[in-house]
């Protein structure tokens, strides 16, 4: 049941992976690399996508709000390829220039969640649904989290007896 939550876990930044900025498709206009890394993101090609996203970020000046989304992306990505350390400081960084972004505390609360740290997801879950009450994806990592934390009390139980 665990492995198949952590798996669950682990397609959900793909969802989360769209660009941010008013939860456009598209982020910034100009930036193709920026385009082309939160498609490939959304389509599950995390290491392509990261390189593209660093390229976009690298080689053109962003405004801060693409800026914001495209180091949400990053975050997303990098919880696909289960380095939620990284995934956090592209969070943190994101929400130092745009904390009205639902996804980047949806993304953050995967990448706590992957690192057993509930509380946190729960507390970012929490900010992501008072941005954007009906986000499935907030929903569904929510459940999760209660799957996980439940399981994780029963297995603790079960040992102490």
Same mark, same amino acid.
Not at 46 to 66: A, H, M, Q, V, Y
Not at 129 to 149: F, H, Q
């Given at each position: 049941?665990?492995?198949?939550? &952590? ?13 941010? =900025?008013?939860? $456009?498709? #598209?982020?910034?206009?100009?930036? !193709?690399? +920026? ?21 976009? +970020? ?13 180091? /949400?992306? +990053? /975050? ?14 592209? /969070?943190? !960084?994101? &929400?130092? &220039?745009?904390? $009205?972004?639902? $996804?980047?505390?949806?993304?953050? =609360? ?10 946190? =997801? ?6 992501? =649904? ?8 907030? &929903?569904?990592?929510?459940?999760? #989290?209660? !799957? ?6 029963? #297995? ?6």
């Amino acid at each position: 049941m665990v492995r198949l939550l &952590l798996f669950s876990l682990l397609l959900l930044p793909m969802e989360w992976a769209w660009a941010q =900025a008013d939860n $456009r498709t #598209i982020i910034g206009s100009g930036n !193709e690399y +920026l385009v082309a890394g939160a498609n490939a993101i959304r389509a599950g090609d995390f290491d392509n996508g990261i390189r593209l996203t660093r390229r976009g +970020l690298d080689e053109f000046l962003p405004s801060p709000k693409d800026r914001a989304a495209a180091l /949400c992306n +990053l /975050c997303a990505a990098f919880n696909g390829v289960r380095e939620p350390q990284k995934a956090l400081e592209y /969070c943190n !960084e994101s &929400l130092a &220039l745009n904390t $009205r972004n639902w $996804r980047t505390y949806s993304n953050r =609360a995967a990448a706590y969640t992957i690192l057993g740290m509930y509380s946190e =997801a729960v507390f970012d879950l929490d900010s992501a =649904a008072t941005l954007n009450p009906d986000a499935k994806a907030v &929903l569904k990592l929510r459940e999760i #989290i209660n !799957e996980l934390s439940l399981d994780a009390r029963v #297995i603790m139980e079960d040992h102490q007896q």
